[in-house]
C-alpha cells in the first residue's frame, strides 16, 4: 500500500528532517528548493549528505527531479557493520555531515566506523576539536553510547577551506534503547580549557590566539589552559590557516564550547581570538546545561527516550532547535513544555518521549 508523504518546501532544516524520517519510518517530499536564481536545486553538501545517508542505511529510496528543486525520500533502516568512507564536500565543514552519523549510528545494526574526509575546521560548522571535546563526553551522558561501548572520534589530518585534505574518523556502537534524560543543573564553571592550532603558518600564530584569549578570560578564572597544535605538513591540509576552540567545564560536568577559524579574508589571530572568547562568555552567562550548538541532538534523544518526563535547562533556543521542536511533533508526536527561569536567560524544556526501541538491531 503506497503511504502518502509529508509535505516541505524549501532546502531549510533538510538534515533534520532527513534523520526525522529514517527514525521515524515516514517518508516526506520536500518541494520549492531555490527555485528560482541562476543555480536552482540542491547544493553540493547536499547532495552528498544524501549519498553519506544512503551509505549509512539501506532499503531507502530516492527521487531527485530533474532540477534538483524536489526531492522525495521513502526511509530504510541504519544497517552499520561497515566501514564507509565518504568525501564530503569542501563547502561545509566534516561536523555538518557528523551530526548525521551521530544521531542515526546508535539506531543501527552493528557498531558504524565511518571515515569523513574533507574540511575539519571552519567559521560555520562545528569543528572536530568541538566533536572530541564536546560531542562524544555528551552522547555518553544522553545513553547514546555507554562507556563500555562509547562513540570514538579521532582527527588524523586537519583540513582548512579551501583546499580541504583533512580526515577523522568516527566509530559508533549501537544502543537498544533510551533512557530519560535530565539536564538541569548547569553548576558553576571551574576551568577552561582549549587548543589553538594552524597550518602551514608560523607557530607564533598559535601563540598570538593563545595571548589574547587568556588576556580575555583571566579575568573572569584563573584555571585556564590552552595548548598549541601545529600541525606537521602531512597533516595540515591542503590550505593555510589558523583557529582556536574553547571547551568551558562546570562543576556539574556540563560543557560548553565555542570556536572560531580563520576566514579565506585577511585576519589577525587576535581578532580569531577574540570571537571565540567572548562567544564562549555569551554561552555561560545563557546559564545552559549544553552549548547553544548541541540542542538539537539533545531535544531529538529526550523525543526518542523512554515514556517519562525529560528534563533540559538551556540558553536561548536557535532557530534550528525551534524549527526542529515542531518537526518533532509533526514526526513523532512529542511535545515540549518550554518554561522561562526567572532571573536568567535560560529555558527549560521538559517532554514524555515516545520510547523508541533499536528494531534494526533485530533484523537478519
Known sequence: MKTSSLQFRGAAHLKHRLILATLSGKSIKVTDIRPDGLAPGLRDYEISLLRLLDALTTGMTLEINETGTAVRYVPGYVRGGDEIVHECATSR????????????????????RVVLKGVTNNPLDESVDVLE???VPLMRRLGLCTHSEPVHVKMFKRGLQPGAGGEM???????????????????YV??????????????????????????ILNDFTGDVFIYSDHAERAKAGNSPGFGITLVSESTTHCLLATDATSSLNEQ?????AKLA??????????????PSSHQCMVLLAMALSEPDVSKLVTGKLSNAAIQLLRDIRLFLGVTFKIKEQEGSEALTLSCIGVGMVNAARNRH
Open 277 to 290: 572568547a567572548y562567544a564562549l562568555l555569551d554561552e555561560i552567562d545563557q546559564g545552559g546545561c549544553i
Open 133 to 135: 571535546a564536546v560531542t
Open 93 to 112: 565543514g566534516i561536523g555538518y555531515y557528523a551530526e548525521l552519523v551521530f544521531m542515526l549510528a546508535p539506531f543501527g545494526k552493528k557498531t558504524t
Open 169 to 187: 574518523v568516527i566509530t559508533c556502537p549501537v544502543i537498544p534503547k533510551l533512557d530519560i534524560i535530565k539536564l538541569t543543573d548547569p553548576g
Open 268 to 272: 589577525e589571530p587576535e581578532q580569531c
Open 190 to 215: 571551574k576551568r577552561v580549557r582549549g587548543v589553538a592550532f594552524s597550518c602551514r603558518v608560523s607557530p607564533a600564530f598559535s601563540n598570538r590566539l593563545i595571548d589574547e584569549t587568556r588576556r
